[in-house]
């Protein structure tokens, strides 16, 4: 047991190295969430006019912004593991005496940390710009469903890394994460959207996330909001996570 | 000019859409994420055509598509930027410097090609937009006038590309400029009427080329062809070309300096 935290805490020091040995890799990753909901408030900031938000469309916004970067963090550690196959080094990563559910524990961890990264960023900019701040319980719901979201959409992208090895299924990654953040109540109230986009929120899991970070900022921590948005996560780090198991376990047979 | 010189453009013109078609992960972002965006922010805020100020549309789809053809012709020129970058980075660029061939050609024949890809884009869009409900209110003429404006734009977004890929000399500088596109596109009127968008982006908006690109491509769609936006996006999307072109012309002179 000691031992697989040893292996985890190195492959977590290795993802958050690359961070300070390459920061210009990971800046457009740390920026882009923020960027889009700056954007996205100035452009659509008129439609909470429409009734139903219960905030300014910034603050609606906010929690969006966390979970495309909790997105996009999932994606690029597929991205990074697709590339250290090309290199080699995952084949050398496999050699060395650790149980394939340590490396892939190692992986996904890395994910959840450095999700906070871009979350942060955002979070200090919102605030600046007159977001109100949630409760220390609002943030803390927040931060583990963000890190939630990480790990699952790493799951995911470790899947399509060990299935194609190649960096070229970046954009299968990418649009995973972005379908999956933004096909749900992200821009509008559930009675607002058009239907199409009503019944797929439904289905969407990730929606129950959203709703779950969404009430820190909005109104106030509920139960109700609570536990399906821990319940989802679950669900879906289960799925996910037994496929990447899977293609882990198939790799190299 | 010399029937040589085109001979050449034509020829790096048709290489470059071979290597193109060829990697089909280069061409799906361009389509992709615009789409993605689409369905997004129709499905989202399709009940802000009701707010006061915004145009009369048949659909906040028609309203979109000029959004998304511009978001994907950005994307576009980013891409032709990677692809001269990749170029550079394995060499063949400096094999076509070696070679007789006049020097501009190697920026006029990406430049071709791209207009083709940037053709192709349009037409992907209106064919999407016309598959779920949407109608170009110009008819015929104002479809050309969506392809005129939005080639013309698509070129300059790509020399854009290609002026930075020949000063970066690498592919993942020029894949860095990414969110830097994001913030042009949204600091436009490209997604929502100008007179809705929130301070300070609408001052920006005014000055923004995109916005008169954006809104020059989406008027044949909501209302017809004729108006003063036509016009001003006519004039935007050459001014962008020329700046364009005359900057991606430095750079080469820059580069082969350099070599």
Partial sequence: ?253 | MDPFFFRVVWALARRSLRGTLRRPQFIAPLVLFPSMFLAVNVGGLTRTTALPGFPKVSGFLDFQLAGAMTQSLLIGGVATGIATALEIEGGFFDRLVASPIPRVALVFGRLLATSVVAAGQITYFLVLGFVFGASVQGGVGGVLVVYLIGVVAGVGFGAIGQAIALRAKNASTVQGIFPLVLVVLFASSAFFPRKLLSSPVDTVARANPLSYIADGMRTPIIQGVGATSVTEGIVAAVLVVGGACGIALLALRGRLREA
């Avoid at chain 1, 999932?74 to 490396?103: H, Q, S, Y």
């Avoid at chain 1, 399509?160 to 096909?183: E, K, N, Y």
Wanted: aromatic share 8%; with cysteine; net charge positive.
């Fill in chain 1, 1 to 253: 047991m000691s031992r697989s935290v040893t292996v985890i805490g190195a492959l977590v020091r290795r993802a958050l190295n690359e961070i300070s040995r390459v920061p210009g890799a990971a800046i457009p990753g740390v920026l882009a969430p923020t960027i889009f909901m700056l954007g996205l408030s100035s452009v659509f900031g008129k439609a909470s006019g429409l009734g139903g938000y219960h905030a300014d469309f910034r603050t609606f916004i906010v929690p969006v912004g966390l979970l495309q970067g909790a997105g996009f963090t999932g994606a690029a550690t597929g991205v990074n593991l697709a590339r250290d196959i090309e290199g080699g080094w995952f084949d050398r990563l496999l050699l060395c005496p650790a149980p394939r559910a340590t490396l892939l524990a190692g992986v996904v961890a890395s994910a959840a940390l450095r999700a906070l990264m871009p979350g942060t960023f955002l979070l200090v900019v919102a605030f600046a710009l007159g977001v109100p701040v949630p409760t220390v319980t609002g943030l803390l719901i927040a931060a583990l469903l963000v890190m939630g979201l990480a790990c699952v959409m790493a799951c995911f992208s470790i899947t399509i890394a060990l299935r194609f090895r190649t960096q070229q299924a970046a954009p299968l990654m990418q649009i995973a994460s972005f379908i999956g953040v933004l096909f749900t109540t992200s821009y509008a109230p559930k009675p607002l959207l058009t239907d199409w986009l009503r019944t797929a929120s439904d289905i969407n899991p990730v929606t129950h996330v959203l709703e779950g970070v969404r009430q820190g900022f909005i109104g106030g921590v509920e139960w109700q909001h609570t536990w399906p948005a821990f319940v989802a996560l679950a669900g879906m780090i289960a799925v996910l996570g037994t496929l990447a198991a899977r293609g882990l376990r198939r790799y190299g047979y």
